[in-house]
């Protein structure tokens, strides 16, 4: 497959659409993380479909004193990966022909969704999105764009963008990619030292120790639901004694999961220690999220969320996330009937 290089909408709309378009968007440098997700739209396009990935370093999405000018250009190395990865063409436009009359002065806001975490850490940052996101959507016609999961607050307002404003594509979210020593893909990675690399790793596994913590919750409330929550097993099992195995059922009977607030300190531990590393990890934030609405769940939630991460090592920003799911309530037991002699039984 050769890869078709187009640098106006113009010469990706001559081009005959046969079956679905698949977009992916990218500001370019692309690596692992985006041929995944390339990967995922040939197989949602299929071989009669097409799939189109866009290299567009947005300037709306940049704030003051970010790395816009830093930012890396690369595309005749994302050429190689884009044709490797399977996509058909890479639509590379320039700002002129993203923004013809210059800044937009119409732009797409993403209201209290984008001005949580990253949008209250970076001002103006979704509206930047959002903005080019609809302009690309509308450059590129497609039936189905994907986006990582990694970037999982921009995931959120692009869906909600497409549902309220009516956009007839469907968003599909593509899982993180990981390096093998835990740290999510990011083209920012390579501004980092071996020295802020090793801090860095903190951000997963922070990740990794609230979603260890949520797993050993959920498996204490799995337990607790097969053990009689009175003190009748734990006194039988005395009697016999076994009493190791009696404290032991007692307490998981008793047991209530920690919750949210649990996941939250195991995550906060690990990040409190790389503070103290040199160079030091300087947290942003740490939010454990409804991923529908991006606001903090509560003790006693249940249902998805995310767990999210933003700090910077250095001079690179770097984010993370993972997906967790937070199970059902244990159900109220039932009262104890009291026989007629008044005892309970």
């Given at each position: 497959m050769t890869t078709v290089l187009l640098r106006t909408a113009d010469e990706l709309h001559a081009r005959v659409k046969h079956g679905r378009r698949a977009v992916v968007m990218t500001m370019g440098a692309l690596h692992e993380g985006h041929a995944t997700l390339i990967r995922a739209a040939r197989r949602i396009a299929g071989r009669d479909g097409e799939v189109v990935v866009t290299v567009f370093v947005n300037p709306l999405q940049f704030g003051e004193g970010e790395d816009l000018d830093r930012y890396?250009?690369?595309l005749d190395a994302d050429l190689k990966v884009a044709e490797q990865a399977g996509a058909d063409a890479v639509f590379a436009p320039t700002p002129d022909e993203v923004y013809p009359g210059g800044e937009p002065q119409v732009r797409i806001t993403a209201g209290p969704m984008g001005e949580r975490f990253e949008g209250a850490c970076r001002?103006?940052?979704f509206d930047g999105v959002l903005t080019v996101v609809a302009k690309l959507l509308h450059l590129t016609r497609p039936d189905a764009a994907l986006f990582g999961q990694k970037d999982a607050q921009q995931l959120?307002?692009?869906?909600?963008?497409v549902r309220d404003l009516n956009f007839g594509v469907e968003i599909v979210g593509v899982p993180t990619v990981r390096e093998d020593d835990g740290l999510a893909l990011s083209s920012r990675n390579r501004y980092l030292s071996i020295e802020e690399r090793r801090t860095a790793l903190a951000l997963?596994?922070?990740l990794f120790a609230g979603r260890d913590r949520l797993a050993a919750q959920e498996a204490l409330r799995a337990r607790a639901l097969e053990v009689p929550a009175t003190h009748a097993r734990a006194e039988a099992l005395s009697a016999i004694g076994e009493s190791r195995a009696a404290a032991d059922a007692h307490a998981v009977a008793k047991a209530a999961p920690g919750g949210p607030a649990a996941v939250r300190a195991a995550a906060r531990l690990v990040l409190d220690e790389a503070a103290r590393q040199e160079p030091p990890l300087d947290l942003?934030?740490?939010?454990?999220v409804d991923p529908s609405d991006f606001t903090e769940v509560p003790d006693g939630y249940t249902g998805e969320a995310v767990l999210a991460v933003a700090a910077r090592i250095g001079t690179t920003r770097l984010i993370d996330n993972i997906p967790l799911s937070f199970g059902a309530p244990e159900p109220e037991p039932e009262p104890e009937l009291a026989d007629p002699d008044?005892?309970?039984?």
């Open positions: 890396p250009r690369t001002p103006g940052h959120a307002v692009i869906r909600r963008m997963s596994r922070a942003d934030y740490l939010a454990l008044g005892a309970s039984s």
